[in-house]
């Protein structure tokens, strides 16, 4: 019962950020909208390097092609202090950003290297379009999602 309560409210939770989404096309009047999904976080050999996986899919199917960049920051805490660092200073991480370019979908995926002193908390994925009507999308995972 436990778990088929926890699936159903995965799936309704799902269905809401669709709501959402949409919602937010009407408003801002694009023609399309992208969504962030399958996101995968795990720890390589190295306690401070991780690899990451994700999905960027167009929502508006025959929307055609969807082309930007997808920018990753990782936002924590270091010496107790609020911390917000893209991949680019944190060396050792690669890529430092993505090009985008699909019609339906795209797969991405890298490596982040964190330095000693960072206690990773989120990591933000910042699909950023040069297509024209397609509407700019901003996710938030929180670190240890998917691992």
Known sequence: A???LKSAQ???LALEKEVSFLKR????GGGGILRVQDFRLSQTGNPNEFGYSFTVTQLIQDFGQSAGKVAITVAGKRDGKDQTLPLAKLPGSKPTSHKMKFQHFQNFEGQITLPEN???ENLIVEVKPSTKKLIPVTETFAWGAGD
């Open 10 to 12: 995965d799936e309704r």
């Open 25 to 28: 096309l009407i408003r801002e």
């Open 118 to 120: 960072l206690d990773a």
């Open 2 to 4: 436990q778990q088929s």
